[in-house]
């Protein structure tokens, strides 16, 4: 049961910003939004995760709406090497299993 | 820091044969860690949930007598594939996860398992 929904992919611009949206519209009040990203033939690489606030680190930015509906990943100046298969994940707070969909294929054009 | 490693990155096996994968957090303790399988153009599909000291618990589908899970320690679990057959060829990834601070997961790099 998908609880995501996430655009199939998206092209980008070498050094622009990637906004990668992500629906969760059956969100519960205390289930985190989690990113991961797995570059092709690797394993998935944690990016950021958030609850309510807005959340920022050196990879990138989280936006939660208001009604935690939906939620935006963004990259700031994206590059070749961002290019990969970008998760957005719903998890309770005491259940760690990460259920990934199909995710965002996002690919980096120089 | 939070690595976790796996070996081997790749492996070929006959058919009928086991095999068995590691994956050990270098820098961490996992309390508890996680067994994934990848076909190609398909997304990661839990397998099995391991805790430190106590039996797996296995996703509804997964045979727990064909893919074996061990954590015997902190930061080693350990996954054989027993009998393999050509639809086992597959890429497994682990997961660890700490008990400390926010306990994020971290992947392993993952292992390409080929049966022939």
């Known amino acids: 049961d998908a609880k995501t929904t996430q655009p199939t992919s998206m092209d980008c611009a070498e050094g622009r910003a990637a906004n990668l949206p992500c629906n969760h519209s059956t969100i519960s009040g205390n289930e985190y939004v989690y990113w991961y990203r797995q570059i092709h033939s690797q394993g998935p690489q944690y990016i950021i995760h958030g609850l309510k606030n807005n959340e920022t680190n050196e990879m990138a930015s989280l936006i939660i709406t208001e009604d935690r509906k939906s939620s935006t990943l963004i990259l700031p100046h994206a590059t070749l090497r961002d290019t990969a298969v970008y998760y957005c994940?719903?998890?309770?707070?005491?259940?760690?299993?990460?259920?990934f969909g199909a995710g965002t294929t996002v690919t980096v054009r120089a | 820091g939070a690595v976790v490693s796996q070996h081997p990155s790749r492996v070929i096996c006959k058919s009928g044969t086991s095999v068995k994968i590691e994956c050990r957090s270098l820098?961490?303790?996992?309390?508890?860690m996680f067994w994934y399988r990848q076909f190609p153009k398909q997304s990661l599909m839990l397998m099995a949930t391991s805790n430190e000291g106590s039996k797996a618990t296995y996703e509804q589908g997964v045979e727990k007598d064909k893919f074996l899970i061990n954590h015997a320690s902190l930061t080693l679990s350990t996954l054989t594939v027993t009998s393999a057959h050509p639809e086992d060829s597959s890429f497994y990834i682990c997961?660890?996860?700490?008990?400390?601070?926010?306990?994020?997961?971290?992947f392993g790099p993952g292992t390409r398992l080929t049966v022939t």
């Open positions: 820098d961490f303790q996992a309390t508890t």
């Open positions: 994940i719903v998890r309770p707070p005491n259940d760690y299993k990460l259920s």
């Open positions: 997961s660890a996860r700490s008990g400390q601070g926010r306990g994020e997961q971290y």
